[in-house]
C-alpha cells in the first residue's frame, strides 16, 4: 500500500511540475519588470535632483551677484552721503560727529568740556 500511494504522489506531482515551472517563470518574468520600473523610477529622481540642484546653484550665484552689487551701491550712496554732511558740518564738528554716527552707526563719545 505505501508503494501504490508513492507511486500516485509521484505521477500526480510529475503532471504539475511544468505548471510549477510556467508559474516560476511568471513570477520571475513579473519580478524582473518590476525591478525595471523601480530603477527608471531611481533615474528618473536623480535627474529631478541634479536639475534642481542645478537651480539652486544658479539662483544662489545670481542673488550673490545681485547682493554684491546693491552693496556697492549702497556703499557708494553712504560714502557719497558722509562727504556732503563733512562738506556741509565741517565747521560745525559736534553736529557734525552726531550726524556721521547717524548715517554710520558708528557711536561717537563726544568729549567732555572739563
Do not use: C, W, Y
Not at 8 to 14: D, E, Q, R
Not at 17 to 38: G, R
Not at 79 to 105: F, N
Amino acid at each position: 500500500m505505501p508503494l501504490v500511494s508513492l507511486a500516485i504522489s509521484v505521477f500526480s506531482l510529475k503532471n504539475k511540475i511544468p505548471e510549477f515551472v510556467e508559474s516560476l517563470k511568471k513570477i520571475n518574468q513579473a519580478h524582473e519588470e518590476e525591478l525595471k520600473k523601480i530603477d527608471a523610477a531611481r533615474d528618473a529622481e536623480r535627474n529631478l535632483k541634479k536639475e534642481n540642484k542645478d537651480v539652486l546653484e544658479k539662483t544662489l550665484v545670481e542673488v550673490k551677484d545681485e547682493f554684491d552689487e546693491k552693496l556697492k551701491d549702497l556703499e557708494e550712496l553712504k560714502s557719497k552721503e558722509v562727504e556732503q554732511i563733512i562738506a556741509e558740518l565741517k565747521d560745525a564738528p559736534d553736529k557734525l560727529a552726531e550726524e556721521l554716527s547717524k548715517v554710520t552707526g558708528i557711536k561717537v563719545v563726544k568729549p567732555t568740556d572739563e
